[in-house]
């Protein structure tokens, strides 16, 4: 993530207690500013001018009292986006009392990702993109093969839009209704989960 924030000309402050891990970590992040210090401790996160950002990412999550404290820190010193990290149904509860922007589940989030690619094994990848939408990659699935986008009128009928194709032999693609559907085609179709979920094609 801050690797990513860098090469996107962001400014970027990443705050943790071990001074061993701050010293490790700043040989690969030089552009970054790196300070070993407590988010518990809001006179700390004042000094550091933490208000200036526009954002700010709690990741901090097996310890639940830091990672609320760090939070409530960050809200009350004005910064607009906080996301925090959140490990259990109870640290999502008292997340939300406290007015977290985003809460993140990435453990929840991986093994539903992974249940919906081993529950169907056509399904490539799954990437989600926010609370309702996401979008698969897959291949098409035998019912699909030489028919066309027009054919299949997948908007009307279930919602999804396949966004760009990839034929068996070819550089990718955005597809329109002519094109024609081949064994081996590699699709990335978009939709919301619920949508997305429903489709039995690929199971």
């Known amino acids: 993530m801050v690797n990513t924030l860098l090469e996107l000309g962001h400014e970027v402050l990443a705050i943790d207690p071990d001074k061993d891990l701050v010293q490790s970590l700043s040989d690969d992040l030089p552009d970054a500013h790196l300070v070993a210090g407590d988010a518990t401790d809001i006179d700390v996160l004042r000094d550091l001018n933490v208000g200036q950002f526009d954002g700010a990412a709690v990741t901090v999550?097996?310890?639940?009292?830091?990672?609320?404290?760090?939070?409530?820190?960050?809200?009350?010193?004005?910064?607009?986006?906080?996301?925090?990290?959140?490990?259990?149904?109870?640290?999502?509860?008292?997340?939300?009392?406290?007015?977290?922007?985003?809460?993140?589940?990435?453990?929840?989030?991986?093994?539903e990702q992974m249940a919906r690619i081993i529950a169907s094994p056509a399904i490539r990848d799954y990437v989600e993109l926010g609370e309702d939408e996401a979008l698969i990659e897959a291949e098409v699935p035998d019912k699909w093969v030489g028919k066309s986008l027009a054919d299949l009128e997948l908007s009307r009928k279930s919602g999804l839009a396949v966004v760009t194709l990839k034929p068996k032999d070819g550089a990718g693609m955005i597809p329109n209704g002519d094109t024609i559907l081949r064994k081996g085609d590699v699709m990335v179709i978009a939709g919301t989960k619920k949508n997305l979920d429903r489709m039995d094609l690929f199971r």
């Open 61 to 111: 999550g097996e310890n639940i009292e830091a990672s609320i404290l760090a939070t409530v820190n960050l809200k009350e010193l004005g910064v607009p986006m906080v996301m925090t990290r959140a490990v259990s149904t109870l640290h999502i509860r008292v997340l939300e009392r406290i007015g977290t922007d985003r809460i993140l589940e990435p453990e929840r989030e991986m093994g």
